[in-house]
């Protein structure tokens, strides 16, 4: 990966052929636009937000031409990353200047807050507007319907979990670009970083204050900013069980089976590892443990 980062950094123009190239993918296999969102963050921890801003515009025109070629997954208006450039360059040019991965999620968390209280401010109904959408969505593919959203009620949540898909993109992006750079000038140095990760108490008492007066407004509301609140202290969570290992000089074994859970049972992976995020904040687990007394 080394090449691949050192490639993006050589030139304005081989960022914005990367992160164009791999945003023409998403067009087709949205996965892919966490490379191209990487790429962008990665220049931007590089060379600051104005010039990865102008990488910005050239890509998006590369995606535009392979967009209109080519066109878009069924329910999907507009290319992808279209949607995670823009906060990523935030994030990253955050990350820069603070360099803080807590500061960093803070941003995306924001951001992720913002998309939900948007979408329940412009639909006026989001059950409603996923429920068409996702008819129309569905129509382009012959035999699919959307029978089992409705029946398991999955519709009412279906904005929260699209919220938090949005936060993990951003965050995963830009932990990789993070990553990226520290190949090319900091070897070893995106570890320690990311073991570090935490949010302040006051961001967790924001945030379970936002939580409980957006239920007096929509339970819908607040099942959503539930959900991206757990997004957001997963991956301090995350970075707690790193930690913990890192100061107690564990194997690193031992993170094996949170990933485990993480594959075959994300949802108890999610909150389990939210609820150590959100503790965190008021017992210190990465403590360096003290010295025994000597005798």
Known sequence: MHPFAHFILRHPLSAVLVAGLFGILALKIPPFALISAAALGLYALRQGWLPAALVMLGAGLVVAGGWFWLGSRPGLDFPLVFALWPPSLIAAE???????????????????GLFILGMHLATGDVVAFWKAWLHRAVAAVPGATVKGFEENDTLRIMNGLLAVLYGLSLMLGLLFA????????????????????RLPRLALLATVALIWLSGYFSPVLLADLFMAAMMLYFFVGLAVIHGVIEVRGMNRGWALPVYIVLVYWPQFALSGLALVGAIDAFVDFRAQQPAPPQT
């Open 178 to 197: 993070r990553w990226l750079q520290s190949l090319v000038y900091h070897p070893g140095g995106f570890g320690p970083e990311f073991r570090r990760l």
């Open 94 to 112: 955050t990350l820069r200047r603070s360099e803080s991965q807590g500061a960093a999620l803070l941003v995306v968390g924001v951001w992720v």
